[in-house]
């Protein structure tokens, strides 16, 4: 049995199966090969009428043509369907992009109102010396109350209207209420003197109304240094309110309570017509809050201040629900 003959007749059949051009070249040729009436299946049937000594041989002989026949044609049957494949994903694709018209405006969109409130009160503080901070929005009730000098019995405790996690023992989690937490981590890991806002968002159980919202943005300021006083205060709440609102506006403090500051204030600017408008809360940083940190506050005094950003946007665009910078209607965000 010439099974070298069959040898070259696979090698030819690879020769041409890899050039063939489609489906039925390949099966025209897998029928030469490996049909029922080809030389391979011809041989292979006669092999009975070979002596027993060269049927071995002869077996594995034409099985070897055989496999190497048959994974030919698998190859070329996939090469085919893939390059089908890759035609019909080119004949089927849509092209999404958009396309302006040459004559037509290009629109680009801009930064929230409140974030470019919050980039504004960076850039002034930055310019005054301070650097920003930022914190976790889960905070621990160390961080969040304990350390600022607001134990669990404090009837303080009970105005922020805390939202909690339930993250289990060992102790309480919450949404951050304030950025006060960042104070904390930051005299924790650093030593005075200190200078830093925290601006970022926070958390509160309140309903949404026209001068609420549960989730809001606040920025915090803090300096600690060698004696800082409540005139340092007023004069940087000044700087930064002519800074950000305009030279002619001015502010003024009122005596207030906060149990992280003593004493402790409340800062107003003045309106064009005379009256006075609420911005925030600030004092002189509580001597426990500085202990609680690792801070001798026989050797180091500071001040601290807050308010929301959201409000600060409302006053100055004199928007009249803050509701307005969550619905994201497209018609009032482009105005500014």
């Not at 006053?315 to 307005?324: A, G, N, T």
Request: proline share 6%; net charge negative; hydrophobic share 40%.
């Amino acid at each position: 049995m010439p099974g070298d003959s069959f040898a070259a007749a696979a090698a030819d059949a690879e020769k041409r199966l890899a050039s063939a051009a489609d489906l039925e070249s390949v099966a025209a040729i897998e029928r030469d090969l490996l049909g029922r009436r080809s030389k391979l299946t011809d041989a292979k049937s006669r092999i009975g009428d070979l002596d027993p000594a060269e049927r071995a041989d002869a077996g594995r002989r034409l099985n070897a043509v055989r496999d190497r026949a048959e994974a030919a044609v698998a190859a070329a049957r996939e090469r085919l369907a893939a390059s089908a494949r890759s035609a019909r994903y080119a004949a089927e694709r849509l092209d999404l992009t958009e396309r302006l018209p040459q004559t037509a405006p290009l629109r680009r969109g801009h930064l929230h109102p409140v974030t470019q409130a919050r980039d504004r009160l960076e850039d002034v503080f930055v310019g005054m010396g301070y650097t920003v901070a930022e914190g976790p929005e889960v905070e621990s009730a160390w961080y969040n109350f304990e350390a600022l000098n607001i134990p669990d019995w404090h009837p303080a405790r009970g105005s922020f209207d805390t939202i909690f996690v339930n993250l289990g023992e060992p102790e309480e989690v919450m949404l951050r209420s304030h950025t006060s937490p960042v104070q904390i981590r930051v005299m924790d890991q650093r030593k005075p003197p200190i200078y830093i806002v925290a601006p970022g968002r926070t958390f509160r159980a309140d309903t949404a109304d026209a001068t609420h919202l549960p989730a809001f943005n606040q920025i915090e300021g803090l300096a600690i240094d060698r004696n800082i006083t409540m005139g340092d205060l007023a004069g940087t709440i000044d700087e930064f309110v002519r800074a950000f609102f305009g030279r002619e506006v001015k502010s003024r403090l009122r005596p207030s309570y906060f149990p992280f500051t003593e004493p402790s204030a409340e800062f107003d600017i003045s309106r064009p017509d005379g009256s006075w408008l609420e911005l925030g809360g600030c004092g002189m940083v509580h001597p426990n809050v500085l202990r609680n940190c690792g801070i001798d506050p026989e050797q180091w005094q500071g001040f601290a201040f807050g308010f929301g950003i959201d409000r600060l946007a409302v006053m100055r665009h004199e928007i009249d629900d803050i509701r307005e910078f969550v619905n994201n209607d497209v018609r009032f965000l482009s105005q500014f």
